[in-house]
């Protein structure tokens, strides 16, 4: 079945310490992107790529760093210089249309130590 | 800049009971797209609906309605007899501009619980 696998479900940060969480899809789509979701908050787009080699800033990309070496896969790094990672992460993807919904992957919920 | 509200935080209702989600919007382009997904407990996010600017029609799908009014630019979502299994949290977007990038504007979503 095509979809997006995020993983893991559940990570722990340590003080100074980067992570990385990891984004799949099998959809064949040109354009990924990562969103945070805090609690009574919509939705906040940290990175997006439209295409391999290419992504540029959402609206909160401070302390976080992405990559875009595959088309199926769209890593984010959350850095010692974001200082409140706690949030729960969500990947998307979509085809490079106007209008076209994203698809969601389940999440990883990233918490501080 | 686009914005989208949902001035609803949190709904509660009885199973079978209507239940309408209201959402507004802003947008200063004319051309934009709508969106209503689902987030139940397992945190993804499920695609319910689309809607782009020029079409006003409601829509209809099984137990569940749309109605756009760009007059008062409000995209609002209604449940009909309301089910446990509708349980979640409920976001409105917004995609504006010419732009191929889906980057949406959503709202900052709200909790429905159905008790049995």
């Known amino acids: 079945d095509g979809g997006i696998t995020q993983s893991p479900k559940y990570l722990f940060r340590k003080e100074g310490q980067n992570v990385t969480l990891s984004c799949e899809q099998n959809?064949?789509?040109?354009?990924m992107y990562w969103y945070r979701q805090d609690p009574g908050q919509g939705l906040r787009l940290i990175y997006y790529?439209?295409?391999?080699?290419?992504?540029q800033k959402g609206d909160i990309a401070e302390g976080y760093s992405v990559s875009r070496e595959k088309k199926e896969s769209f890593p984010l790094t959350v850095t010692s210089a974001q200082k409140n990672p706690t949030a729960f992460y969500l990947c998307?993807?979509?085809?490079?249309?106007?209008?076209?919904?994203?698809?969601f992957g389940s999440g990883t919920q990233l918490s501080v130590l | 800049a686009q914005k989208v509200t949902q001035a609803q935080t949190e709904i509660s209702v009885v199973e079978k009971e209507d239940v309408t989600l209201d959402c507004v919007y802003e947008t200063r382009d004319t051309t934009y797209y709508l969106f209503w997904y689902k987030q139940p407990p397992s945190g993804e996010l499920v695609f319910l609906i689309r809607?782009?600017?020029?079409?006003?029609q409601n829509e209809i799908s099984g137990r569940y309605s749309w109605n756009f009014q760009k007059s008062t630019s409000s995209f609002n979502f209604t449940i009909t007899a309301s089910q446990v299994v509708d349980s979640a949290v409920y976001f409105c977007?917004?995609?504006?501009?010419?732009?191929?990038?889906?980057?949406?504007?959503f709202g900052q979503g709200t909790i429905l619980t159905v008790h049995p």
């Open positions: 809607r782009n600017s020029f079409d006003e």
């Open positions: 998307a993807s979509s085809l490079q249309t106007r209008g076209e919904k994203l698809f």
């Open positions: 790529s439209q295409i391999v080699n290419d992504f």
């Open positions: 977007a917004l995609k504006a501009g010419g732009t191929s990038y889906g980057k949406l504007t």
């Open positions: 959809l064949n789509h040109d354009a």
